[in-house]
């Protein structure tokens, strides 16, 4: 997905990505997924898409239905994610100012 945002072009086929937060289940309207990329110049974004029953819903006339899309994160943000749902391999790679004891 491609989307240009204060005169930024974020690229998820660019970009690497670091870590996803995926939920499936059955039914595709429960799924959804947020996933942190960096770009090649050092900015990070979420992809967050899911189907009609989550939080990424938007409204189709009367009828709720899924969405995707890009979020530009600050670097603090992207460190909270990387934290909550990535590995600590992942945190120590990408802010490598992480304390050892």
């Known amino acids: 997905m491609k989307k240009i ?5 974020y690229d998820t086929s660019t ?6 937060n995926r939920h499936y289940t059955n039914n595709s ?14 900015a990070w974004f979420l992809f967050k898409e899911g ?9 189709d006339g009367h009828n709720w239905v899924g969405s995707s ?3 530009p994160i600050t670097e603090k943000e ?3 994610f990387c934290k909550k ?5 992942d945190y120590a790679e990408y802010f490598p100012d992480l304390m050892q004891v």
């Open 15 to 20: 970009a690497n990505l670091i870590v996803a």
């Open 69 to 71: 899309r890009i979020e």
């Open 5 to 9: 945002i204060k005169h930024k072009l």
């Open 78 to 80: 992207a460190r909270n």
């Open 51 to 59: 189907g009609a029953l989550t939080g990424y819903a938007v409204r």
């Open 29 to 42: 309207a429960t799924d959804c997924e947020a996933l942190l990329y960096r770009t090649r110049k050092g």
């Open 85 to 89: 749902y990535g590995d600590p391999s």
